[in-house]
Structure formats: structure tokens, C-alpha cells
């Protein structure tokens, strides 16, 4: 055990693709905290995605 034995963590995590030829950083941030937002609705260690508009594209689209 180590220093903290009763000490529990969890995450929820948002992600989001970015794509820089149809939006900014500003619009893949706040589709990242939307996406934050979900995960933690749906409950502990969660991890929500939002696609962003070139998801559904072949070319163009950057991860990061």
C-alpha cells in the first residue's frame, strides 16, 4: 500500500480531431470540452470522442 491507501482517482477524458483546412483551434477546444462533459455524464473513467468536420473525410485531416 502506499502513502495514500484510501485515496481513489478516476478520469474522464474528452477528445477531439482537428482538422485546419475547416475549423480553428478555438472550435476543436470546445469540442473537446464537450466531449469532457459527456464522459462525465456517463460516469467514471470514461473517455468521449467528438469527430471533427473532416472525420469524415479522406484527406485533409490532421490529429493533432
Same mark, same amino acid.
Given at each position: 500500500?502506499?502513502?495514500?491507501?484510501?485515496?481513489?482517482?478516476?478520469?474522464?477524458? %474528452?477528445?477531439?480531431?482537428?482538422?485546419?483546412?475547416?475549423?480553428?483551434?478555438? =472550435? *476543436?477546444?470546445?469540442?473537446?470540452?464537450?466531449?469532457?462533459?459527456?464522459?462525465?455524464?456517463? %460516469?467514471?473513467?470514461?473517455?468521449?470522442?467528438?469527430?471533427?468536420?473532416?472525420? =469524415? *473525410?479522406?484527406?485533409?485531416?490532421?490529429?493533432?
Amino acid at each position: 500500500k502506499g502513502k495514500y491507501p484510501d485515496v481513489r482517482i478516476t478520469v474522464s477524458i %474528452g477528445v477531439s480531431t482537428f482538422c485546419p483546412d475547416s475549423e480553428d483551434e478555438v =472550435k *476543436m477546444v470546445a469540442r473537446a470540452d464537450e466531449a469532457l462533459y459527456a464522459a462525465k455524464e456517463q %460516469g467514471r473513467n470514461r473517455v468521449a470522442f467528438s469527430p471533427g468536420p473532416c472525420h =469524415k *473525410m479522406e484527406e485533409g485531416c490532421a490529429s493533432g
